[in-house]
């Protein structure tokens, strides 16, 4: 059994649901986890970690600063053991082939600029339990206010692979923190 830091830079939305369903994933797993709001975390709720994996929407505003300023908070710590970044990309900036778009070369740069990279990292979109309902009444309200739109929105839409996000975790537990965890390796 490891003891597993999820720290998550985000307001409630899509990442936090993200981060969430990892936390449940890790505990079904017979880990111990401790889920920390990134943006408000002090060294002294970190407490000692087996693994830390890092998740955030993605974006050019105050959860990608909140990322930067945790990282550089705590490298040391985050240093001594393994480690997974989750990028929430933004369904606004995801777009069409949003994956190859830019998004790699962004979190090259993001990482270029802390001077540190996670060990694994994993990007997905930022729609995450988006009912039908919700999905058709944005379809509508986008082709109402841009006409000839709603084709371009229905292309956008990129749901949360949760099976890919599930492979992600599964093979960072088996290969990175069950490993950390057997030979006592901890922040």
Avoid at 121 to 141: D, K, M, N
Wanted: proline share 3%; aromatic share 8%; glycine share 8%.
């Amino acid at each position: 059994m490891a003891h597993v830091l999820v720290a998550c830079a985000t307001a409630p939305g899509s990442a936090r649901e993200i981060a969430d369903h990892v936390v449940e994933r890790l505990k079904a797993a017979g880990h111990v986890v401790s889920l920390v709001d990134a943006r408000t975390a002090t060294r002294t709720e970190l407490g000692w970690f087996d693994a830390a994996i890092l998740a955030g929407a993605f974006n050019a505003g105050q959860n990608r600063a909140a990322l930067s300023d945790f990282v550089r908070s705590h490298r040391y710590e985050l240093e001594r053991v393994p480690t997974a970044f989750i990028a929430v990309i933004p369904l606004s900036a995801a777009g069409v082939g949003w994956r190859h778009a830019g998004a790699d070369a962004d979190l090259a740069q993001f990482f270029a600029g802390l001077g540190w990279s996670a060990g694994r990292v994993h990007v997905t979109s930022g729609v995450a339990r988006e009912t039908v309902a919700e999905w058709l009444e944005r379809l509508i309200g986008q082709s109402v206010l841009w006409p000839g739109s709603a084709g371009e929105a229905a292309a956008a839409i990129h749901p949360v692979d949760w099976d890919a996000l599930d492979s992600f975790t599964d093979r960072f537990l088996a290969e990175e923190i069950e490993p950390a965890a057997r030979q006592g390796q901890t922040i």
